[in-house]
């Protein structure tokens, strides 16, 4: 079964099993995979809509990702932006056009990464599309979420502290570490679902200098990344944002819509000591991977100085000028580095 | 300007300007393109939602497409499904991985096209996401609706009449005749926009066997196809879908839903006269086109017999079997003929 080509079933077969995978009833659902659209309750006074896309070769590297993992991060990065806006997931759509050389197998994998993590964000599939390509696979995602207060990029004000929810440059490490490794690495849900299926020594971990307790925590937030709740301090928040593209180019976002510039303290940025030794051994700057490495998924945020918020302060909200200032208390100018479709990347300093 | 490459201009100028064109403002939309997600107000009872992809080379050829074509007509994908639902389009997301050797124009006449779709049907642009690629275009769409009522594909009794919203067989055969003109085709509105930028000589039309009063209304229905609205019908509708990949198996799907056959009467479908003719010069069957033909976007409703409808009655619901009555009152069973992505089309007869 699990080798069955995609060619050999055909679009409406795949259709029926994932219908049937995803045909868990919800109070708020009242249409959900098989019509012409879903038909849901609204939530909430305002809906937040947001939509991703994650293409082969460009975001992901079959090489070294499996599709259970993909299926849970084009999840979480949607996510991550309903969050990012102090909302909450509520219906997820999905599009996939795959290879008709594709196995079943890897799809129903793709679908059980899919499925987990929806459930763990406690939002419901509500519909989708498939379509047959010939080379790179394609995948793009749409989560409708609501919240009763929203927070733009743009509500920076001068003065406000500058907070992250977590470390910076652990799955920018973790993807170079990937690069090196080059193959899968699988954890413990998804081992136990690999396993069960066909043993999974193929995909066993090979020995490294860097220990499994190094490596772990950098290729699971690159492979799994969860997003991060924004519920405790939203209340206090005048501008948000999910860093995916690096901190410096989403700052560079939230600096611009809120018409403000921002300096920032080096020393306070929060790195994991697993990310400063892996670094070491890759031989990359810590700060080039904690500055510019992108899929971070945390939230970096503003709040008037003084409120209770459990974040780590990384600086503040100035008038214009965008700076950085090092240990020693040299200032000088950032501007927005990390990655851009389109544009051939420059090498940064 | 218009030859300027991705390349040169990368994604944030391009995000930049995409912005400007849709920043129009809407009392329903509170925040728009530009942030992590779009907020939007809920609207009506229930809210429809409903996704698809376009893949270059799947469901659109570039030797013969113009990209306001693929623009506008990506809206119309998606509004057809609001409609089936019963619905009213609210609004709209977008996906678009590009090469990054595509210029600047063939992006903004793409946009120009979705522009003028999501107007057409009073909808609103909110939010999207950019991606390199390098082979295949890919582009996928979001449409959310509302509605008071909606009309599943499951609702349809034994004894309702089956009903369709206009001809048949006609993009289908536009598509046949555009591999044949293998050159793109432009409309009024099109033309203006294309003139104004370079003159259009080369686009011009070619002679041809055929007239253009036989060949335009059927390259229009394939290259800007307009959404079929239901609102008229749709409080006496028991079940609604939309035809886009072929009678047959869109009522076969209908049919599986309500758990019910169907009796169609060959002579009742709507073929268009110049349909009939193209298709004679193209010696294909015109009942093929009709009948197995996808992207037709006419409504497949049933209705209880008796209710004021203004549509094509082709047929009634029956307990099981699925049949056919040709002209001389032969009956033969029918089977969901049409295409389905990743399995091998088997040749109909």
New interface residues.
Partial sequence: MSSVK??Q????S?LEQIRKNFSGKSKRV??GI????????????????????M?E???FDLRFTTPYQIGFKLVSVNV???Y??G?KPL?F???L??R?TMTLEFIETFFQGVKEAVHFYDATL???????????I?L?A????Y?ER?V???GARIGDHIYITGNLGDSACGLELLKKIKQPVLFEKERSLIKEKKGAEKHRFQKSALSWKTMGPLLRRHLLPVAKKTESFVRHASS???ISDGLLIDLTRLCD?SNVGARIYLTNIPISREMKDAAAYLRISPWKLALSGGEDYQILFTAPPGKPVRAQYIGDIVKSERTMIDGSGREKPFS?MGY?????QKEEQ
Avoid at 34 to 53: E, I, Q, S, Y
Wanted: hydrophobic share 45%; proline share 1%; glycine share 10%.
């Fill in positions: 995609l060619s079933i055909g679009e409406l795949l009242l249409v098989g019509d012409d659209a879903a038909v849901v309750k609204p939530a909430g006074k305002t809906m937040l809509l947001t939509t991703d896309m293409v070769g460009i975001h991550s932006d309903i990012a806006m909302g219906y759509m999905l599009n056009a795959a008709n509500v519909g989708g599309d498939l379509s047959a390509t010939e080379e790179r394609f793009s749409t989560m409708i979420g919240t929203y733009k990029r743009s948000m944002i999910d819509e927005a851009q479709h389109f544009r051939k």
